[in-house]
């Protein structure tokens, strides 16, 4: 080791799913959206004048955080936002996790959490899942830091109730609880309604989804107007201009068009429920998916092998080798032609394997 290295503050870094770029390939790795964000993303993106760019975007990001506050019915001081909900969520641990005590999120689930709390060096335990891979509600009701619920959780899908979430909330109300609603435009429930009653939640929402945007990276958090304000002094001590005038002027065009925004989730929703058929009949099982992926384990063929012959076939799905779920694949929603090319791979490899 040299000298200097000894100073160096040493991570474990977030693994990002493979991003090839093959000319026909289907990628249902990272949960992207098949489909293009709103026409009015395009026509503002063209009309973006250059000369613009010499300018600092605002600091404030005034023109999203208005549109967000309006689609969502809350005040301007209600919203935070950020470079993706990674962005929006790093800032949210560095901000309310500050205690000695750990804070909880469950075995599995999203992988970026553990990195956040070691290069913040928060400590941290995580609950097991349920052998059905669900979250125990009993498993949160403890003296803690700070809790952190995905709602519906990744990789599972599976989404928890609202009642369940508002007992960890309400018995939590010394310490911050954060619901990460990356997937909850797909059919679930969000915990937003309960912002009025509970001070000390806050809910995270992306734009990479539901809304066609990871290329963006937008992400945002509502939570009442102190915590909003407790994180917009971490983020001016950080970095204030976080939001490209770009990722403003899409971000309100996406907010703007509602009937493109449901249009979109309804054919995503109706693909994933014939999926989970369709995949019921070659002999894999899953949790009942409340997102835009399904995550699925064959009754005779190990996930492993599943994700190479899909890979050889420029299929990509996401394979985790990780005790409890590497037998698993988490396989996003593309459109209706790729996920019919998919289960038509499968069926013959699945058949050529007996
Ligand atoms: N939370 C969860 C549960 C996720 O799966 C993801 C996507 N990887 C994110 C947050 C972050 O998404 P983004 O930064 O693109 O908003």
Known sequence: MKPWEKNVRKVVPYTPGEQPDRPNMI?????????????????????????????????????????LAEYLGVSKQQVFVGVGSD??????????????KPILFPNITYSFYDVWAGLFQIPF???????????????????????????????????????ELE???????????IIDEA?????????????????????????????SLAGMRIGYAIGNEKLIQYLNDVKYSFNSYTM?????????????????????????????????????????SFPDSRS?????????CPAEELYEALKQADIYVRYFRKPGIDNYLRISIGTEEQMDELIRFMEHYLGERL
């Open 27 to 67: 990628k249902l790795n990272t949960n992207e959206n098949p489909y293009p964000p709103s026409p009015g993303v395009a026509r503002v993106l063209k009309e973006l004048d250059p000369d613009s760019l010499r300018r600092y975007p605002d600091p404030g990001a005034e023109v999203l955080v208005h549109a």
């Open 183 to 211: 997937y909850i435009d797909f059919g679930g429930t969000s915990a937003l309604s309960l912002l009025p009653k509970y001070e000390n939640l806050l809910v995270v929402q992306t734009f990479s989804k539901s809304r």
């Open 244 to 284: 490209s005038a770009a990722a403003l002027a899409a971000g309100v065009e996406a907010v703007r068009d509602d009937t493109y925004f449901r249009e979109t989730l309804q054919k995503i929703i109706n693909t994933r429920e014939r999926t989970k058929k369709e995949l019921h009949r070659l002999g894999f």
């Open 87 to 100: 962005d929006v969520l790093a800032m949210s641990f560095l901000t309310f996790f500050n205690s000695e």
């Open 292 to 300: 835009n992926f399904i995550f699925a384990t064959h009754r005779d």
């Open 167 to 177: 007992e960890i909330i309400r018995k939590n109300s010394e310490v911050i609880v």
């Open 125 to 163: 335990e995580c609950p097991a899942l349920d052998k059905e891979f669900r979250i125990c509600t009993e498993d949160y009701f403890r003296d803690c830091g700070g809790i952190v619920i995905p709602n519906p959780n990744a990789p599972t899908g599976l989404e928890k109730s609202l009642e």
